[in-house]
């Protein structure tokens, strides 16, 4: 019994980390895309400025 | 998350659910192996996930070099990566499961031996991969890598049906006299391993998507990087 045991707990702890390390990757990505993108919008604004 | 994707993950969610209650509580006792044999379950479909996995990133290889668009080498990258996490489960659970049925934790059996080749050879495809620089350059490397990368999917399976081997084959006759843990199959086995591979391959799917989007995402980046440094 107890080598069921180990096997069900590698199967869902490495599921559960996995899951969770790809959570934290997604959500630290879309935060950095979301800084860039913010730092680059006043300069948008003014490239607009000048067109006018 | 849209609300495609929340049916998607509750489905995937509940036939784990139904899965692992069928293992315990409907799935009958083996009479040689006692409760270990449970482990089966859960290794034959780690293991079909991984290999499926390794089919997709097939598919996404010939894709990209049929196409250059960079979403099929995103999908056959993210593939690897998953079939590889899989295919680890697959070798931990078989391992746990030979100590008390071969008295050993690992043996250099053929098909032990193949599974460890394919191991490697996609470990390789990550650390290779992410050593080349150019994005292009990368892709095709990667595209290529995942060809020829795949024939140690067949030979792995072929590996117990062809040669002689203690690994046993439960689906599927096995021409190897040798085989230890051999059992048959009753109704309720095979109703329990049926559901147990199509929620694995319900859980491959959602990780597979979850990998993706982190490498869409990542590759957004990179690019906005690179146009920030040109500008």
């Known amino acids: 019994m107890g080598y069921l045991v180990a096997a069900y707990l590698v ?13 934290r990757r997604q959500r630290a990505l879309e935060e950095r895309i979301a800084r860039l993108r913010a730092r680059f919008n006043p300069e948008e604004g003014e490239e607009r400025d000048e067109l006018r | 998350m849209r609300a495609w994707e929340r049916i998607w993950l509750g489905a995937t969610i509940a036939l784990m659910i139904l899965a692992t209650l069928a293992v315990f509580l409907y799935a ?22 991984g290999f499926l996995a390794f089919a997709v990133a097939l598919i996404g290889a010939i894709a990209y070099l049929r196409t250059r668009s960079a979403r099929w080498d995103q999908l056959s990258h993210a593939a690897v990566e998953v079939g590889l ?20 934790w690992w043996t250099w059996d053929p098909r032990l031996t193949t599974t460890t080749i394919t191991w490697v050879v996609y470990l390789a495809h990550l650390l290779l991969r992410n050593a080349v620089e150019n994005p292009e350059t990368r892709a095709r490397f990667a595209a290529v890598y995942a060809i020829v990368a795949f024939v ?45 591979l199509i929620a694995w391959t319900l859980l491959f799917s959602v990780l597979l998507w979850m990998r993706y989007r982190v490498q869409r995402a990542q590759e957004t980046l990179e690019g906005i990087e690179a146009a920030a440094e040109e500008a």
């Open chain 2, 85 to 104: 996490v899989l295919l680890t489960m697959a070798i931990v659970t078989g391992s746990l499961w030979a100590r008390p049925v071969w008295n050993t």
């Open chain 1, 11 to 23: 199967f869902w702890g490495v599921t559960f980390f996995y899951v969770l390390y790809l959570l």
């Open chain 2, 28 to 49: 009958p006792r083996e009479a040689k192996m006692g409760d270990v044999q449970r482990i089966f379950y859960f290794h034959i479909s780690t293991a079909w996930s």
């Open chain 2, 152 to 196: 140690t999917v067949p030979i792995t399976y072929l590996s117990a049906r062809l040669l002689r081997t203690i690994h046993p084959i439960v689906l599927g006759p096995s021409v190897s006299s040798e085989a230890q843990g051999q059992f048959g199959l009753t109704p309720r086995m095979v109703h329990t391993m049926v559901l147990s």
